[in-house]
Nanobody
């Protein structure tokens, strides 16, 4: 069973940066979308950023201009660069890969923005 493994979470002060990574433990074929979601305590999981096979991207309004999603095919890895972090960005972040036959989720990585 292929798994998605996230890394890069942690605690950072407001205004700081983090880069999240999401790598697949094996090959996943026919993936057409890669995304990052987040879930804060007491809130529903929400889409943060998505990138398609054609490399088009879309972002939640709250992160536009601060976050950047990218993917490295050679490394089979997707990244989320997060700059100018705010306390309201605190959440568990999950990566999500969607193929023609299935959807895969990572285990989540905690991001805490606090002074």
């Amino acid at each position: 069973q292929v798994q998605l493994v996230e890394s890069g979470g942690g605690t950072v002060q407001p205004g700081g940066s983090l880069r999240l990574s999401c790598a697949a433990s094996g090959s996943i074929f026919n993936v057409y979308a890669w995304g990052w979601y987040r879930q804060a305590p007491g809130k529903q999981r929400e889409l943060v950023a998505k990138i398609t096979a054609g490399r088009s991207t879309n972002y939640a309004e709250s992160v536009k201009g601060r976050f950047t999603i990218s993917r490295d095919n050679a490394k089979n890895t997707v990244y989320l660069q997060m700059n100018e972090l705010k306390p309201e960005d605190t959440a568990v972040y999950y990566c999500n890969w969607v193929s023609l036959t299935d959807a895969y989720w990572g285990q989540g990585t905690q991001v805490t923005v606090s002074s």
